[in-house]
């Protein structure tokens, strides 16, 4: 499978254009990484790992299956469908698969289509060392991630156990994860492209990590091997903005789900805490690290009415900054630029308004952590950057 992609990847390189390698059932095998021109069948056949039936009925009209050298495909604007090069894969005259090039923006040269063309012959042999299996074992391993991060203990054990006798990951190396959350609000098909394509690229130069990933909903997941990967490796590798969540390593594969769910709670928090960076491991993650999960309805009684109030909104900034001080009028007023007069009157306004008493160690530990969870749910949403833990 390496070889195949390294082929993929060196005549993407040399034709300055995608390339998608399928299998002769279509499914997908390698691709390159984006760049240039890109239609929703491309997206589409990464993300769900095969063509889509109406696409594979249109390219078989277009005599794909028949073809013995390239042959360009016309495009389908209604089916997402640009022009194509069709690079026919075969081996002592069986089909075993195609190179697929986009043919628009601009349209390839003839010279081009001979490149490609001249490739054919490797990709075939190593695709039929392969016996189409690297497009199965993609599935596998997809299934077997899944189940490893996901699934019940028994399954975890059982899905650790295929990858390490597949020789995916070592079995005597501990397991660290890191979860990239895209900053984008609305997660969509080609923000999980884009994490699926920064992911690839990062595990072709971690290889000696033993990398594997998994795309979910709205976040990315990658698991390494031996000495801890560092969250800016993530950062750098993925093409849209994202926060990084760190767990804390494992002695082996089959315990990563507690990595994972760390890591996965980490990107949250920094997702909702801007004060904490892009980055946050789960083992410095303070305060955040208990209230993580907790429910936000469990604040004290005396904030929801200044949390559902925007006139309240200075008050709430002060009495954390406060708080976050050890209750030191000094520091939140050098902290605040405010003068201690100033100070004082709105700490005063605050006791009034929200029944409290901030003599009281309770009373100030239980507003504390009113506002950590008011912040993690987003009922809080102060102006300024703070959130240190």
Same mark, same amino acid.
């Given at each position: 499978?390496?070889?195949?992609?390294?082929?993929?990847?060196?005549?993407?390189?040399?034709?300055?254009?995608?390339?998608?390698?399928?299998?002769?059932?279509?499914?997908?095998?390698?691709?390159?990484?984006?760049?240039?021109?890109?239609?929703?069948?491309?997206?589409?056949?990464?993300?769900? !790992?095969?063509? /889509? #039936? =109406?696409?594979?009925?249109? &390219? *078989?009209? @277009?005599?794909?299956?028949?073809?013995? $050298?390239?042959? %360009?495909?016309?495009?389908?604007?209604?089916?997402?469908?640009?022009?194509?090069?069709?690079?026919?894969?075969?081996?002592?005259?069986?089909?075993?698969?195609?190179?697929?090039?986009?043919?628009?923006?601009?349209?390839?040269?003839?010279?081009?289509?001979?490149?490609?063309?001249?490739?054919?012959?490797?990709?075939?042999?190593?695709?039929?060392?392969?016996?189409?299996?690297?497009?199965?074992?993609?599935?596998?391993?997809?299934?077997?991630?899944?189940?490893?991060?996901?699934?019940?203990?028994?399954?975890?054990?059982?899905?650790?156990?295929?990858?390490?006798?597949?020789?995916?990951?070592?079995?005597?190396?501990?397991?660290?994860?890191?979860?990239? !959350?895209?900053? /984008? #609000? =609305?997660?969509?098909?080609? &923000? *999980?492209? @884009?994490?699926?394509?920064?992911?690839? $690229?990062?595990? %072709?130069?971690?290889?000696?990590?033993?990398?594997?990933?998994?795309?979910?909903?709205?976040?990315?997941?990658?698991?390494?091997?031996?000495?801890?990967?560092?969250?800016?490796?993530?950062?750098?590798?993925?093409?849209?903005?994202?926060?990084?969540?760190?767990?804390?390593?494992?002695?082996?594969?089959?315990?990563?789900?507690?990595?994972?769910?760390?890591?996965?709670?980490?990107?949250?928090?920094?997702?909702?805490?801007?004060?904490?960076?892009?980055?946050?491991?789960?083992?410095?993650?303070?305060?955040?690290?208990?209230?993580?999960?907790?429910?936000?309805?469990?604040?004290?009684?005396?904030?929801?009415?200044?949390?559902?109030?925007?006139?309240?909104?200075?008050?709430?900034?002060?009495?954390?900054?406060? &708080?976050?001080? @050890?209750?030191?009028?000094?520091?939140?007023?050098?902290?605040?630029?405010?003068?201690?007069?100033?100070?004082?009157?709105?700490?005063?306004?605050?006791?009034?308004?929200?029944?409290?008493?901030?003599?009281?160690?309770?009373?100030?530990?239980?507003?504390?952590?009113?506002?950590?969870?008011?912040?993690?749910?987003?009922?809080?949403?102060?102006?300024?950057?703070?959130?240190?833990?």
């Amino acid at each position: 499978m390496a070889d195949l992609q390294r082929a993929v990847d060196e005549l993407a390189a040399r034709l300055d254009r995608p390339l998608l390698l399928e299998d002769r059932v279509q499914r997908v095998v390698a691709y390159s990484e984006q760049s240039g021109a890109m239609d929703d069948v491309r997206r589409d056949s990464i993300l769900r !790992r095969h063509t /889509a #039936p =109406e696409v594979r009925q249109w &390219l *078989r009209a @277009a005599g794909i299956h028949e073809a013995a $050298a390239p042959l %360009r495909t016309p495009g389908a604007p209604h089916l997402g469908l640009l022009p194509r090069v069709c690079v026919p894969i075969r081996h002592a005259d069986g089909l075993l698969g195609f190179l697929w090039l986009i043919d628009a923006q601009p349209p390839m040269t003839d010279a081009g289509v001979a490149e490609a063309a001249a490739a054919a012959p490797g990709l075939a042999l190593a695709l039929f060392h392969e016996s189409l299996a690297s497009g199965l074992a993609s599935h596998r391993e997809l299934e077997a991630v899944t189940g490893l991060l996901v699934g019940d203990r028994e399954a975890a054990r059982e899905a650790a156990e295929q990858l390490i006798e597949a020789g995916a990951f070592p079995q005597a190396q501990p397991v660290g994860v890191l979860v990239a !959350r895209p900053r /984008a #609000p =609305e997660p969509d098909d080609a &923000l *999980r492209l @884009a994490l699926e394509q920064g992911l690839l $690229a990062l595990r %072709r130069r971690l290889s000696g990590h033993h990398p594997l990933h998994l795309v979910r909903y709205d976040h990315a997941v990658l698991l390494t091997a031996g000495p801890p990967v560092a969250a800016d490796d993530l950062h750098a590798a993925m093409p849209v903005p994202v926060v990084v969540g760190v767990g804390r390593a494992r002695p082996g594969l089959a315990q990563a789900a507690g990595s994972y769910r760390e890591a996965r709670h980490a990107a949250e928090v920094a997702a909702r805490v801007p004060g904490l960076g892009r980055s946050a491991e789960w083992a410095r993650l303070g305060v955040y690290r208990m209230l993580s999960a907790r429910p936000d309805q469990e604040l004290h009684p005396g904030l929801e009415g200044l949390l559902g109030d925007a006139q309240y909104l200075p008050l709430l900034e002060t009495l954390e900054t406060y &708080l976050d001080l @050890a209750g030191s009028a000094v520091a939140t007023s050098r902290a605040l630029r405010l003068h201690r007069t100033s100070l004082y009157y709105r700490l005063q306004r605050v006791e009034e308004l929200a029944r409290t008493d901030l003599k009281d160690g309770g009373e100030r530990l239980a507003l504390h952590l009113s506002l950590k969870l008011a912040r993690l749910s987003g009922r809080y949403l102060p102006r300024d950057s703070h959130g240190s833990p």
